[in-house]
């Protein structure tokens, strides 16, 4: 899997452009900057088959629209519970300050449990990890050992749940039995910050002991 970590908007939000040998390629949570997304893929003249997406925030979610025009692609995910945020984001982005953007849905929201994705050469298990947003889902790739997890959990850290209809205990629970379970050396590509492993954030993360 070839792999390329795109920081975008104010927030650094870790947009992971991923592909394979035959340059098929999916993106997860293009939050915004989609000119220099469109850029970065054309550059690399690989073959854009799947837009996907952690959760409803803005930051992660942003330059979806703009994609899936561009390619003709379909954005795949989160779960439905987030579709308020959906919903809401022209409101989200006065609050946050950022670009303009109008409500949209994804092309398909993802079931709670037993959904595989195949996208180019990839596996995709899809998971429901709530806390951070209620519809929140992480991609776990179990062949190639990487998991893209949004704002679940960080290097030394977790998501926050200071918003509307986030839940902490239900974060630590997704973490604990979601999370933990996969194997240590699980790397995980979290929404903002550097990558870490399941192994790692079991023996020192402060919010979650393994
Ligand atoms: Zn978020
Ligand atoms: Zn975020």
């Not at 996208?119 to 776990?140: D, R, Y």
Request: charged fraction near 20%; charge should be negative.
């Amino acid at each position: 899997m070839h792999l390329e970590i795109i920081p975008v908007t104010a927030f650094q939000q870790n947009c992971s452009l991923i592909w394979d040998e035959q340059k098929n390629a999916a993106i997860i949570d293009p939050g915004g900057e989609s000119e220099k997304l469109i850029r970065r893929i054309e550059e690399l003249e690989l073959n854009l088959t799947a837009i996907l997406l952690t959760h409803g925030h803005l930051d992660h979610v942003g330059a979806a629209p703009k994609l899936k025009a561009h390619f003709g692609v379909e954005i795949i995910g989160p779960h439905i519970a987030d579709d308020f945020w959906f919903e809401g984001l022209p409101l989200q982005a006065r609050k946050f300050g950022l670009f303009e953007i109008e409500a949209f849905e994804p092309d398909r929201w993802l079931p709670a449990q037993g959904e595989t994705l195949n996208i180019a050469s990839f596996n995709f298990e899809v998971l429901h990890l709530p806390g951070h947003t209620p519809g929140h889902i992480g991609f776990i790739e179990h062949q190639h050992n990487i998991a893209f997890t949004g704002d679940v959990l960080f290097h030394g850290g977790v998501g926050r749940t200071d918003f509307p209809r986030s839940n902490h205990q239900d974060l630590l629970t997704t973490i604990r039995e979601k999370l933990y379970p996969l194997n240590d050396d699980m790397v995980i590509i979290a929404g903002h910050g550097p990558y870490t492993t399941i192994g790692a954030e079991k023996q020192h993360n402060p919010f979650v002991k393994g």
